[in-house]
């Protein structure tokens, strides 16, 4: 029932707009107008937030980004909780609510970054226009967006017509395991939204947003042979060992999958010999053998990236299929673990990009256009993916070199984002008929 409300809403507030686009209300002149005002404010909470350090393993500092967020969240009247990551070995998530009248809207954040204590990399520099710090666009710099556009939409005595629920993880660098204890949080706020706006960084070009992300899982290959003297090798009771029974799979992987578009499968370590130990925390391990000795044992392991879930079905199912077969005296088992949802490219979605655009032509700033999947990796929102049918990604400020020492921001895409948010919002909050 919900998506469906959300999808009249979204086509009754659609369909009137006259071609060439409406130029701003005298509200929605307001509401950018306070989004100038605090602009200064803006960049001083994201040099504060940028020099805490809140690495995702480094949990006092996320929890205190945490606080810094709360704060603000609590100043514009929202009903605020962190909800403790001790069950999922991380620092926890800030959430946030306020209800209004419209649709629900989830924004998402997050609080933690690449950059551990250890990292040389720990400050907020600025030289004009342009500030480096960590996690200065991936992504502190989208949460300030947050901050501004409900801050703006306050000021201007709109955010009580608004209901919206804000969730701020503090592992989506790092994500906790287990990952379904890790994002009960997030599922719990997808489940009762309608529309979902994400403030990450996209692929830094304010100019794009994200319509759809490849989901990211992981798999296993184990394979056993006969052990033996090379020299019986292909003799029937010796048969091919795991070597050639690894590879065997791996070359069929190749032939029935590769080239399907938006779908990769890539083995990233793979060992084979007498004896191999793999140990996953490393991610790498041993082995042994000689060459005169058949292969007794072969691991591989790899990930697996789809634009869908049903691809990412259809793929595991070939997978294991091939898997099943076997080259003389081997067997091998193959298994998956559950990692970051695809976010599939729904019509929801191009509707609200084609809204989010609209916005961004009436604040005079042009088209946004969607940011090829390929470019976009998993990230928080493709959890809600199941949950709610309208969903957008990329709304946080320009920069780039994320996830390096060289991460930048472009200091008035800070502004420009929030004006985009706060007018989005303020549209989509609005009934068809009602203004
Ligand atoms: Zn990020």
């Known amino acids: 029932m919900k998506p469906i409300a959300v999808a009249l809403l979204l086509s009754a507030t659609l369909t ?5 686009g409406q130029s701003l209300s005298e509200v929605e002149r307001r509401i950018t107008s306070e989004v100038d005002a605090s602009a200064a404010e803006a960049i001083d909470l994201l040099e504060r937030a940028v020099n805490i ?28 909780q962190w909800i403790d990551g001790t069950s999922w070995d991380r620092a926890g998530h800030l959430i946030a ?40 666009v991936d992504m502190k710099g989208g949460d300030v967006v947050i901050v501004h556009a409900l801050k703006a939409l306050a000021a201007s005595g709109e955010l ?18 287990p990952l379904d204890l890790a994002r009960a949080a997030l599922i719990e706020a997808a489940e009762e939204a309608d529309i979902v706006l994400a403030f990450e960084n996209g692929d830094s070009n304010p100019m794009t947003a994200v319509v759809a992300r490849r989901g990211s899982s992981g798999w ?3 394979v056993t042979g006969a052990p033996a003297h090379s020299s019986q090798l292909f003799q029937e009771e010796v048969g091919a060992g795991a070597a050639y029974e690894a590879s065997r799979i791996l070359s069929e992987f190749y032939d029935r999958l590769a080239g399907e578009p938006l779908l ?26 000689k060459s005169n000795v058949v292969a007794q044992t072969a691991v591989v392991t790899g990930d697996l990236r789809t634009i869908t879930l049903e691809q990412l079905e259809r793929a595991r199912a070939t997978m294991r299929f091939v898997v099943l077969e076997s080259l003389p005296r081997t067997s091998a088992t193959i298994t998956f673990d559950d990692g970051y949802p695809p976010l599939a490219p729904s019509d929801g979605n191009l509707r609200l990009l084609a809204m989010f655009s609209q916005v961004s032509e009436d604040l005079g700033y042009g088209e946004v256009t969607a940011v090829d999947p390929r470019n976009a990796g998993a990230a928080d929102v493709s959890f809600t993916a199941g949950f709610v049918e309208i969903a957008i ?4 400020p320009g920069g780039g070199n994320d996830h390096t020492v060289d991460e930048w921001i472009d200091l008035p895409t800070l ?15 609005r009934r068809p008929g009602v203004e």
């Open 53 to 80: 350090n809140s690495g995702s393993m480094n949990f006092d500092g996320v929890r205190e980004v945490g606080v810094l967020f709360r704060q603000e969240f609590d100043a514009l009247g929202f009903e605020t």
């Open 264 to 289: 990769t499968f890539n083995p990233g370590v793979m060992l084979a010999g007498t004896d191999v130990d793999y140990d996953p925390s490393a991610a790498g391990g041993s082995a042994f053998g």
């Open 393 to 396: 990604d990329g709304l946080g």
């Open 220 to 222: 296993r290959l184990d």
């Open 97 to 136: 609510r306020r209800d209004g009248s419209g649709p629900r809207l989830l924004l998402i954040g997050h609080l933690d970054t690449v950059f551990e204590p250890s990292s040389p990399f720990q400050s907020f520099d600025r030289e004009g226009d342009r500030a480096q710090g960590p996690g200065v």
């Open 16 to 20: 009137p707009l006259p071609l060439g």
């Open 415 to 429: 502004a420009m984002q929030s004006k985009r948010a706060a007018v989005l919002m303020h549209r989509l909050a």
């Open 160 to 177: 009580d017509d608004i209901s919206i629920t804000i969730v701020m993880t503090g592992d989506e660098e790092r994500s906790g395991r």
